[in-house]
């Protein structure tokens, strides 16, 4: 299988040649179904450059229909059960592209909303601005549960912030957007680089494969070799496949991030209550309190247990009891007071592990 290629043709039979479970990830941007029914003008009374491609024109729902199921069926085979899939689209498309992918047993993990921050204006002043567009963003199937999320990753990336499922980007213009010999842009739908850059960097490692069947002007590629990925395209267009390759042969430096790498997973070592109590970090006749008050109480027993009111469980049965829940993690739970501070035990836990790792 060739990587760091674009392949001419398309992209269903293109997509045959590849061989099962071999692509770590794909990201579509599918034709989206949307031409203007009619001439749009702006107020200045200029025209408007909508969406007008061949490659975008469907004769019904029902063929652009099929043409999904085609596609998908073929990247859900190509796609290793590790990988994932993101597909973007707009109110026109993701609707009955995201029915298509349920139906075929991918299972979604989110659902992203790319904010625009400079959207088209809707001229006419009949509907809202369309600010958005969706990313949907799915594993193989329900039962693949080992997928690549680089979680604290994009945290890093995000000012050490959780990154959530709105996405504020703005359009692809300025020098990002790519123009043809006569001035105009090249492709009508280019994605800003930002966008595929979270896309890839959290759902993929370094010299991982990434898929993308619509390449067009290589966003996917040049973000890909910026990141220190593989990546293979897709594109039926030789005059979109000229300007990619142009593009990421230009490419000659990485991005920082192509160096980082998720950090392991703590695991977590597991301590019974009972062996806090056995070296008295915790004493037996110790009372616990509820980290919304004080007023609730339970008697540490020396057995490690806890006695609240007529009842007797552990830490983490007696908390849920008390919160009506049918769990809890007694650790952050329940508090005690120390030289007249207030400690979450699982303070009093970590300092315990800490010990025992140093003998």
Known sequence: MLIDTIIHGDCIEKLKTIPDSSVDLIFADPPYNMQLKSVLYRPNNTKVDGVDDQWDKFASFKEYDDFCIAWLTECQRVLKDTGSIWVIGSYHNIFRVGTIMLNLGFWILNDVTWYKTNPMPNFLGTRFTNATE?????????????????????????????MTSVWQIGLCIGEERIKGDNGKKAH???????????????????????????????????????????????EREQEYIDIARKRINSITKSWAEADWVEEEKEKQIKVPFENLVKENIIKAGDVLYTRKSYNTQAFVLENGALQYKNTIGSIHKIGAIIQQTSSCNGWKFWYILKNSKSLLIDDLRSEYIRKHNRV
């Open 134 to 162: 969706t990313l949907i963003w799915c594993s193989k199937n329900a039962n693949t549960k080992k997928y690549t999320f680089n979680h604290k990753m994009m945290k890093k990336y995000n000012g050490d912030k959780q």
């Open 188 to 234: 009508s739908t280019q994605k800003p680089e930002e966008l595929l850059k979270r896309v890839i960097l959290s759902s993929t490692n370094r010299d991982d494969i990434v898929l993308d069947p619509f390449f067009g002007t290589g966003t996917t590629g040049a973000v890909a070799k910026k990141l220190g990925r593989k990546f293979i395209g897709i």
